[in-house]
């Protein structure tokens, strides 16, 4: 007996095939529209990298170190950027891992633009909600527009009438497409008023400017509950002319919020290499956390040095030189090994700092007769 399909199973049959054919189409459009957007990338950045990356990089002063591959210790590293270890893998609180590797992104954001709220009409809430979309999602769409205005605010506000379930975190991660392009003038974390329940009028917290930014992580001193974030761009660096207007390309691969854990002892063992013989290193130094400089000294922070490290295992102590004290150091050496603690608490009270660093000045001599 020969089996024929219903009407329903036909129906069922053909709705399948619309539905794959529609879903194959969406991400024909999206293949089609990153393309595009590539080429304007890399159009932009090698505009910028021609026009002021060579006129205006000067080579920082040899004492600043920065953070290559020749490190040791415990850490984690995006970028030029190293921080305090992860116990465990991040979780992104806007993107739920699935069992099929992909991630879906759980939209429940309200955009605003320059003071315009996103709509149905005007696309903003679509285009800078994606910005917060894992990288390896279907849905990820490259962002990256020729804006009319050098000062760019987005703002994030929680759609309390989506359900996302645990919102806190305490770390954000900024990745521009123009590395070096885009100053970050500040971000402002605000929180619901604990009596009435809307946000608050004042940031529980703030980040302070951070200049030419790439790929950087900013980690807070505690977890906060999402509420709205507001970042405030400044463009004036990749101004150029379209049409004999000013344009400011801007794009960023994406912005996410996690809540992560840290190990307690994380640290990181950096090379200070000098030309000749290091005489004397001094205590004073500046840390660049997030590109904020913090001076500050080394007996502040826990650093210490050493004169070598072999097999994970620092040897030859020597001590930073003040004006209460100089330690000459005896060992001829071109190279001492810094131990840095990413995690610095107050004996005092239960106060933390997680250092986010993108490079440090340590102050040293290599003129035995000179001791300042």
Not at 206 to 219: E, F, L, P, Q
């Amino acid at each position: 007996m020969k089996y024929t399909l219903s009407s329903q199973e036909y129906n069922d049959m053909f709705k399948k095939a619309a539905d794959t054919f529609n879903e194959e189409m969406a991400k024909r459009d999206i293949l089609i529209h990153n393309m595009s957007k590539k080429l304007m990338i890399i159009n932009y950045a090698n505009e910028f990298i021609e026009n002021y990356l060579n006129k205006t990089l000067v080579n920082s002063p040899n004492k600043i170190t920065t953070f290559g591959n020749d490190l040791g210790g415990s850490f984690n590293q995006y970028g030029y950027v190293i921080h305090p270890k992860f116990k465990t893998n991040p979780i992104d609180i806007f993107n739920l891992k699935l069992m099929t590797g992909q991630t879906m992104f759980k939209n429940s954001l309200v955009c605003t633009v320059n003071g315009v709220e996103g709509n149905e009409d005007n696309g903003i809430n679509d285009m800078y909600s994606n910005i917060l979309v894992s990288d390896n999602s279907i849905e990820k769409k490259i962002f990256f527009e020729e804006l009319t205005d050098r000062s760019l605010t987005i703002e994030y506000v929680l759609n309390n009438r989506v359900s996302l379930g645990m919102t806190r975190f305490n770390v954000i991660e900024i990745d521009p497409y123009i590395y070096g392009a885009y100053t970050l003038n500040s971000i402002d974390i605000y929180s619901l008023d604990e009596y009435n329940g809307v946000i608050a009028e004042t940031p529980l917290k703030s980040i302070a400017r951070m200049d030419n930014i790439g790929k950087t992580r900013v980690i807070l001193d505690e977890k906060v509950k999402f509420s709205k974030v507001v970042f405030k761009f400044d463009l004036e660096s990749v101004k150029t002319q379209k049409n004999n207007v000013d344009v400011y390309p801007f794009g960023l691969k994406h912005i996410h919020f996690y809540e992560a854990d840290f190990l307690e002892e994380s640290t990181v063992i950096v090379p200070i290499i000098a030309d000749d013989y290091i005489e004397y290193i001094y205590n004073d130094i500046v840390l660049y956390n997030s590109n904020m400089p913090i001076y500050s000294t080394t007996d502040y922070y826990g650093i210490e040095f050493y004169t070598d490290y072999i097999n994970n295992t620092l040897t030859g102590k020597v001590y930073a030189s003040s004006d209460a004290a100089a330690y000459r150091i005896a060992k001829n050496t071109k190279v001492l090994y810094a131990k840095v603690p990413l995690i610095w608490s107050n004996n005092a009270n239960t106060d933390k700092q997680y250092l986010s660093l993108s490079g440090i000045y340590f102050n040293y001599t290599v003129d035995e007769n000179t001791f300042i």
